[in-house]
């Protein structure tokens, strides 16, 4: 309680004084000349202002060295690496023009900041200059519509083409965990129907046990892709809209109840190449507070969601491993498909 | 014509007002802009206030604050918000800010206060649905703050408002089904009423009360941007109407717009048929114009500002008013990038893309002009100037990252992360109100006959414009952090951002308390500031027609005849004359050329 009285009573110190201090101020500019001109506030007022300037666009480069460790580690998809090239891109064109309006901005106040001897020039239409600056942004627009489409294409394909090598995963949102179902060997998926007949508690899914694409589906707790091995999600949510959103991968796609989505690229690096690469971060490479390890230690590819969902949405989590073939076998043949676990009771 | 429709009024001033009449139940535009602009600061305050809240829990996520529940109680029960807690607040402050304070704070106060003004009318084309424009907006107001006390706490389910999360009453799994999103849609309808009544007469007042020789090309540019503004409410408001009571009608009736294959616990709900992509179609319907409604009244007083303050004309008076046109035209037609990780069809995506990107041509154009028309000035740098300047720079800075977000490629990984809310932060929030307080601090002398105190004028500029920066350029770095996230503990990817995160709330806080120092000179000022002296009734030199009027208020605005208008408003420094400015009403001398 003392805390709270103290503070109250700080910001009300700091207020008044504020305050007392801009009535001296204004009780003098009154007192100097009745008519209140806004010459000598001028220089005063550029002054700053071009100061702030100087501020704000060191503190603006500044930023970009202080939280460069803030950044992802390069993209982990081969979509991803054409998705930060545009970005990369445009960051270029836009902070060119970043740049030159507000050094304009700043500039022109300074140099043109009033006074008695200074007369404003007359200058109220120039149709070169209008088309001149119409015909430049939207050039610039159109290249990097071009460039965007581009790879919004590549991701997004209007007709896809089947690739046979692809390998399907199948994850469905739900308040708040994520479904992740694969096709085991067979490569396809068992049926899921949308009917009270088939869904249930125990099968939230719907998936009709009797199709016998459905007897090696197996269930798994964090997804699994083969490094250079095109892969496909198909996304589905229960209840309400989910994002499936992979931060390491530049990807992302909602979920939605009713409405079938999915998103395919291809992992590019595996958990431990990037587990590497983070072993020159400074944040990656401290000590865990709680455990005492080098953090990169426990690295490992996350799954988020990005809509809002529910009051846990900022809980559904789920680990994400690239690795090679051998390994990715490996860890298949340990999983259970879920068929085997349910069929006796299923039986009866 | 249009001033003998008007004259009739003109004998107004001599009827007794009641308190009630003059200050309450006021049908005199001067007064509306008052109730329109201290409803606006009020809920301003509230807005701030809950974003200080939730700042606490995303800068300091492993404290407790135990002043948190003293004050709120269950919502924070060991001085650590709730999550359910937290998305009511980023709910409402979401909310609160882009209609109460945005849109009718905004636009409520200074369409009220410039249109009959600019135009020379003595008031509104009905000053009746103008006084009820503004009850509206003041019960839509009561609806919404009341939904902050019920006991099962306000809306929660994010501003948009998206079902099914939203769609769906009674189900314990989902979040902001109570009593609070039922409120939250009434107060919307009643809100859209207010701003559908508000409209209607900014756009017939602007085309049929223009005093005598006031020409469309003579409209001083904050009267074209409102007009603009309200031609766009008048059009996007009805979808979100529709779109509301089909989400209504889910909820109560258990109707299927916008649910379809639903399962709870394991159970399929009966919703068959719907879909939630078409309520997101309806909202952005409304969503996307609606920050042009904010954005284009702010445009509107800027460029006047800057102009006055610059002794300069605008430049490109009719190239602003071809970009404001365009921006509208387009704006109705890029609703959909906020859509593009939905899974609609990619080639739609790509016809989103191309008119989004489009967009940015006429707001380039804008900044351009701008920059010309304070180049080769003599900039008198009063604190209204300063906001306008600091406008111009936000509305760069965050008109750049959009041509990240509207690209559809770049918002993939982008896409609902706090890029975006850096970028529409910086670009309608914080620019927005960098063009409402220009607005305040250059119009105060004519709403309240005194002046605001310059020197807190400044100190509440440079604080504000640091601390805003400082909030939302490291913001843009934690472009891997999906919004909306209570705390970010859960993810490893996600933990490398405590500390820029701490670094943003103290901003945050240092911000809201600089506001403070802006109510506290309003409310000064208002009733001890330095006077608005009758042989003083044009402080700045403008030459727009409001500063013709005398210092004194009353309805009617002018005593005798409205001046008539021979020019444009911006000649100023046209080497014409012993001042630097030529006021609207002043006939043109020989070889004055007309613009």
């Known amino acids: 309680m003392f805390n709270i009285i103290l503070t109250l009573a700080v910001i009300v110190l700091f207020y008044s004084v504020v305050f007392l201090f801009a009535r001296i101020v204004e009780r003098i500019r009154e007192h100097k000349g009745k008519e209140l001109n806004y010459y000598k506030l001028s220089k005063t007022n550029a002054t700053l202002f071009t100061l702030f300037g100087l501020l704000f666009l060191g503190g603006f480069v500044y930023s970009f060295k202080r939280l460069a460790y803030a950044s992802l580690p390069e993209s982990a998809s081969n979509f991803g690496v054409q998705i930060d090239n545009l ?106 129907v949308i009917s009270k007949k088939y869904i249930s508690p125990e099968n939230e899914l719907g998936i009709d ?75 990656w490479s401290a000590n865990d507070p709680e455990t005492g390890e080098a953090r990169f230690n426990k690295f490992s590819y996350e799954l988020a969601c990005a809509e809002l969902c529910g009051k846990s949405h900022y809980g559904m989590q789920m ?27 299923l039986a009866k | ?155 929660s389910g994010g501003w948009t408002m998206y079902p099914p999360l939203n769609g769906m009453r009674n189900t314990a799994v989902n979040l902001g089904s109570g009593l609070g999103t039922d409120l939250w849609f009434f107060s919307m309808a009643l809100f859209i009423v207010s701003s559908l009544l508000g409209g209607l007469n900014y756009v017939a007042t602007i085309l049929n009360m223009r005093t005598k020789g006031m020409g469309m090309w003579k409209l001083p540019l904050p009267v074209w941007a409102l007009m603009f503004t309200a031609i766009l409410g008048i059009l996007a408001f009805p979808p979100l109407l529709s779109a509301a009571l089909l989400l209504e009608f889910d909820r109560i009736f258990d109707t299927s717009f916008y649910l379809s294959d639903i399962v709870l616990g394991g159970n399929l709900q009966d919703y068959k048929g719907g879909s939630p992509i078409l309520y997101q179609h309806l909202f952005w319907f409304l969503g996307h114009p609606e920050v042009y409604i904010i954005i284009l009244p702010a445009m509107g007083i800027v460029s006047e500002v800057l102009s006055v303050n610059s002794r300069k004309p605008v430049f490109g008076y009719r190239a602003m008013v071809y970009a404001l046109g365009v921006i509208v035209l387009l704006g109705f037609l890029v609703w ?41 000035g003599n900039l008198r740098l009063t604190p209204a100037m300063m906001f306008a300047l600091g406008f111009v720079s936000m509305f760069i800075s965050g008109g750049l990252t959009g041509v990240f977000l509207g690209n559809s490629a770049i ?33 105060f002398p004519k709403m309240f006959g005194r002046f605001l105190n310059d020197t807190l004028g400044y100190i509440h500029f440079y604080g504000t414009i640091i601390a805003a920066y400082a909030i939302f350029i490291p913001m843009h770095f934690m472009l891997s952090l999906p919004r909306r996230y209570y705390t970010y503990s859960n993810f490893q990817t996600f933990n490398i951002f405590e500390d820029v995160s701490k670094f943003i709330s103290v901003f945050a806080i240092i911000s809201f308390l600089l506001q403070i120092l802006f109510v506290v000179n309003i409310i000064y000022s208002a009733l001890k500031g330095r006077k608005l002296t009758e042989d003083n009734i044009n402080p700045w030199q403008a030459n727009t027609l409001e500063w013709t009027t005398p210092a004194e208020h009353f309805h009617g605005n002018w005593p005798g005849e409205i001046p008539e208008v021979h020019r444009w408003p911006y000649d100023y420094s046209t080497g014409f004359g012993d001042k630097d400015f030529r006021p609207q009403h002043l006939p043109l001398e020989e070889g004055e050329e007309v613009h």
Not at chain 1, 327 to 338: C, G
Not at chain 2, 1 to 11: A, G, K
Not at chain 2, 417 to 431: L, Q, R
């Open chain 1, 87 to 192: 970005f990369f891109v445009t960051a270029i064109i836009t902070g060119i023009v970043f740049v030159l309006c507000h050094f304009a901005l700043f500039g022109f106040v300074w140099m043109y900041r009033s006074s008695k001897n200074r007369k404003a020039t007359f200058f109220a239409h120039s149709s070169s200059l209008e088309i001149i600056w119409t015909s430049v942004p939207a050039l610039a627009m159109t290249v990097l519509v071009v460039m965007g489409l581009n790879t919004w294409y590549q991701v997004f394909p209007n007709k896809k083409v089947r690739n046979t090598n692809e390998m399907q995963i199948e994850v469905t949102g739900k308040q708040f965990n994520w479904i992740v179902r694969y096709p085991g060997k067979d490569g396809k998926f068992g049926r899921r």
């Open chain 2, 411 to 443: 918002d993939i990984p982008l896409h609902d992360t706090y890029f975006v809310v850096a970028h529409f932060h910086i670009v309608m929030g914080v620019a927005a109100f960098f063009a409402m307080f220009a607005g305040v601090y250059h119009w």
């Open chain 1, 319 to 345: 680990n994400v491993k690239v690795e090679s073939k051998a390994e990715f076998e490996k860890w298949m043949s340990a999983q259970k498909p879920h068929y085997e676990t349910i069929k006796d009771k």
């Open chain 1, 209 to 283: 046990w009797n199709d016998p694409a459905s007897h090696d589906d197996f269930f798994a707790s964090e997804i699994h892709m083969i490094k250079n091995n095109p892969v496909y999600f198909n996304l589905h949510a229960l209840d309400v809209l989910h994002s499936f959103y992979l931060p390491h991968f530049r990807l992302k796609m909602d979920c939605v109840p009713g409405v079938p989505t999915g998103i395919g690229f291809t992992p590019t690096k595996t958990n431990d190449e990037t587990r590497e690469e983070l072993k020159s971060n400074p944040f």
């Open chain 2, 336 to 376: 959909a990038h906020h859509m593009y990780m939905t899974g609609m069809n990619p080639f739609i995506g790509s016809i989103f893309v191309i008119f989004t990107l489009m967009i940015a041509v006429p707001s380039a154009v804008k900044v351009f002009n701008w920059l010309t028309t304070i180049w080769k």
């Open chain 2, 1 to 155: 014509m249009e001033h003998t429709v008007n004259s009739h009024n003109m004998h107004d001033h001599h009827h007794e007002e009641t308190f009630l009449t003059k200050y309450i139940f006021s049908q005199d535009h001067k007064m509306i802009a008052k109730q329109f602009l201290f409803t606006g600061i009020f809920w301003s305050i509230i807005g701030a206030l809950l974003s200080v809240i939730f700042r606490l829990q995303l800068g300091w996520p492993n404290e407790t604050f135990p002043f948190l529940e003293t004050f709120l109680g269950k919502w924070a029960e060991g001085g650590k918000i709730t999550n359910e807690f937290y998305y009511s607040l980023v709910t409402m402050h979401g909310t609160i800010l882009v209609f109460f304070v945005l849109t009718a704070g905004l636009s409520g106060t200074f369409a009220n206060l410039l249109i009959p003004y600019q135009i020379g009318a003595r008031d509104m084309a009905s000053p009746f649905m103008n006084m009820l424009s503004y009850w509206f907006f003041f019960l839509s107001g009561l609806l919404m703050l009341s939904s902050l006390f019920i006991q099962t706490g306000a809306a």
